[in-house]
T-cell receptor, first 114, second 107 residues
């Protein structure tokens, strides 16, 4: 079992460009979460999917961020257009519905916006 | 509002010394508290949770509702304990993380 995987591991883009991050949860995990850590600050919750449905997207910073989870499998997080303050590490985590406390994290995607 | 604070950004101790990483929280209901750890070049992973009352890798943490604290302790630190430690609170479905404390155990 590879665990939660994220792609790419690093992304460097210019302000105004678009970036799409991908997360593949552990097979069978219906819960999928996105978090991010901007430089020097805490890890912040972005949103939570249960299967393909958005359960809670209260942490999404603004409408430049769009998350999808088509078919309830992998998820993408698109930032369009990217701004300097979007730089940080974006983490994905997954868990079983019955074991929501057991969140397994991916390695993260480091996004740098120049 | 849910909030987790970790007052120390960096904590350095010598091998064999006791270590305590502080965590305080604010939450209006009954929280579930966790400690996560991220070793160098590894992913974030769960270390322990208060409901299990377990000791993992020699670490323990006790939830003190009166002081709203969940400090992480180990009596004898080892060099392999060097890592980033995050205290987290779950209220409802989602987690709130503290800013993290980097523990450095010196030889």
């Amino acid at each position: 079992e590879a665990g939660v995987t994220q792609f790419p591991s690093h992304s460097v883009i210019e302000k105004g460009q678009t970036v799409t991050l991908r997360c593949d949860p552990i097979s069978g995990h219906d819960n999928l979460y996105w978090y991010r850590r901007v430089m020097g600050k805490e890890i912040k919750f972005l949103l939570h999917f249960v299967k393909e449905s958005k359960q809670d997207e209260s942490g999404m910073p603004n409408n430049r961020f769009l998350a999808e989870r088509t078919g309830g499998t992998y998820s993408t997080l698109k930032v369009q257009p990217a701004e300097l303050e979007d730089s940080g590490v974006y983490f994905c985590a997954s868990s079983q519905v019955s074991l929501v406390n057991e969140q397994f994290f991916g390695p993260g995607t480091r996004l740098t916006v120049l | 509002a849910q909030r987790v604070t970790q007052p120390e950004k960096l904590l350095s101790v010598f091998k064999g010394a006791p270590v305590e990483l502080k965590c305080n929280y604010s939450y209006s209901g009954s929280p579930e508290l966790f400690w996560y750890v991220q070793y160098s070049r590894q992913r974030l992973q769960l270390l322990l949770r208060h409901i299990s009352r377990e000791s993992i890798k020699g670490f323990t943490a006790d939830l003190n509702k009166g002081e709203t604290s969940f400090h992480l302790k180990k009596p004898f630190a080892q060099e392999e304990d060097s890592a980033m430690y995050y205290c987290a609170l779950r209220g409802g479905q989602n987690f709130v993380f503290g800013p993290g404390t980097r523990l450095s155990v010196l030889p």
